[in-house]
Structures are given as structure tokens and as C-alpha cells.
T-cell receptor, first 116, second 113 residues
Framework: DTGVSQDPRHKITKRGQNVTFRCDPI?????LYWYRQTLGQGPEFLTY????????KSRLLSDRFSAERPKGSFSTLEIQRTEQGDSAMYLC??????????????FGPGTRLTVT | LAKTTQPISMDSYEGQEVNITCSHN???????ITWYQQFPSQGPRFIIQ???TKVTNEVASLFIPADRKSSTLSLPRVSLSDTAVYYC??????????????FGPGTRLSVLP
């Protein structure tokens, strides 16, 4: 257990539905990241926050995807009008810019999304 | 953005030392080298990070030659539980590194009894 939690762990939805995932980072970490991972591939960066500010989004991120981090604590990732190609593991990670390396990210267990 | 190249897979036996080499010919002066481990159905886990020469922690060692164009992750006396995918990443923390935080396909290590 890294201290990063994600909910739900599994989500099955029908194409066209909206889904929302939650991530609770390590409390003292100011950076939070979202990744997507498909079978046999490494995690693919989606977006990241420093405190409550969303500083960067992947150029590949569809406008159906939106993320928030209100008050700089937990974060949510919403996918609207899901498509079968959205089926993947969605990973959240956090890190601290104080006293640690930003490349030392702590990952949650992920949310596995299946779109039918 | 420094691209990395690793072997797709490796096999080893319990008790052996495993060395996984990562090539990063275009590494920049300010780039660090970071390795992650990932077990099935789990998120990646930070193993070790280095800039030059050798770094050792309780889990692994990281060897980086003077030209820094490659690095080798060394796992001493592996066990079955070390079966996982290992990722090598290269980048400068000071950049807007989200886009630059690139995991390749990694090296799938299988430890056999």
C-alpha cells in the first residue's frame, strides 16, 4: 500500500455513459498525476496538478476527459460519452516537491474501466 | 526528450543477479534516470534514481557510466516475487515534465524456480 487510494477499483459501463473516478493522494503531496495504461504498454500521461492548479494536459487527451482537484486534495477524472477505446487501467500518482524528487511518484492501485 | 530503449523481456532463475540495461543516447545534462517496477494489476513502484556513477538502496543498484548514455539496473539474488515489468525513465524534474514523463513498454522480467 503506497498511501494513494483510488475508487472504484473496477468499473463496467456501457458505451455513451459518463464515468467518474476518484483519487486520494498522500496527504502531504502537492502534485497529483493521472495516467492511462492499456495491456502490454507502459502508463501514458494524461494530466497533472500542482495543488489545485491543473498545470499540464496531454496533447492526446480528448475533450471528453476532464479532471479536477478542488482544494488541492483529492482529484476526480471524468470521462464523458465513453467509447470502447477508453477501456484501460486509469492510474493516479502523487509526489512532493518538498524534500523529494518529483520523479518519485507514488501510484495508486488503479481503476480498471471496461466499456461494453 | 531523451528516448529510452530496453529489452522487451528477460528470464532469470531464483538466486541469480539480474542486470537490465537501458539505452538513452540523447540524455540531456540535467536529466535524471529513474527506474520503476510494476506487478500485474498494480501501479508502478519507484525503485531507484540516479544521475551518475552508482546508486544503491535496499532494493537495487543503479550503474551509470561516465557518458550517461546508458544505465543498468541490478537486482541482487532475485526471487520469484521479483517477476514484474521494469521501466526506465529519463528526464529533468525542472521541466513541465508531465508530457516528458514517458513510460515505454518496459522490460518484462520472469524469474523461474
Amino acid at each position: 500500500d503506497t498511501g494513494v487510494s483510488q475508487d472504484p477499483r473496477h468499473k463496467i459501463t456501457k458505451r455513451g455513459q459518463n464515468v467518474t473516478f476518484r483519487c486520494d493522494p498522500i496527504s502531504e503531496h502537492n502534485r497529483l498525476y493521472w495516467y492511462r495504461q492499456t495491456l502490454g504498454q507502459g502508463p501514458e500521461f494524461l494530466t497533472y496538478f500542482q495543488n489545485e492548479a491543473q498545470l499540464e494536459k496531454s496533447r492526446l487527451l480528448s475533450d471528453r476527459f476532464s479532471a479536477e482537484r478542488p482544494k488541492g486534495s483529492f482529484s476526480t477524472l471524468e470521462i464523458q460519452r465513453t467509447e470502447q477505446g477508453d477501456s484501460a487501467m486509469y492510474l493516479c500518482a502523487s509526489s512532493s516537491t518538498w524534500g523529494g524528487t518529483a520523479y518519485e511518484q507514488y501510484f495508486g492501485p488503479g481503476t480498471r474501466l471496461t466499456v461494453t | 526528450l531523451a528516448k529510452t530503449t530496453q529489452p522487451i523481456s528477460m528470464d532469470s532463475y531464483e538466486g541469480q543477479e539480474v542486470n537490465i540495461t537501458c539505452s538513452h543516447n540523447n540524455i540531456a545534462t540535467n536529466d535524471y534516470i529513474t527506474w520503476y517496477q510494476q506487478f500485474p494489476s498494480q501501479g508502478p513502484r519507484f525503485i531507484i534514481q540516479g544521475y551518475k556513477t552508482k546508486v544503491t538502496n535496499e532494493v537495487a543498484s543503479l550503474f551509470i557510466p561516465a557518458d550517461r548514455k546508458s544505465s543498468t539496473l541490478s537486482l541482487p539474488r532475485v526471487s520469484l516475487s521479483d517477476t514484474a515489468v521494469y521501466y526506465c525513465l529519463v528526464g529533468d524534474e525542472r521541466d513541465n515534465y508531465g508530457q516528458n514523463f514517458v513510460f515505454g513498454p518496459g522490460t518484462r522480467l520472469s524469474v523461474l524456480p
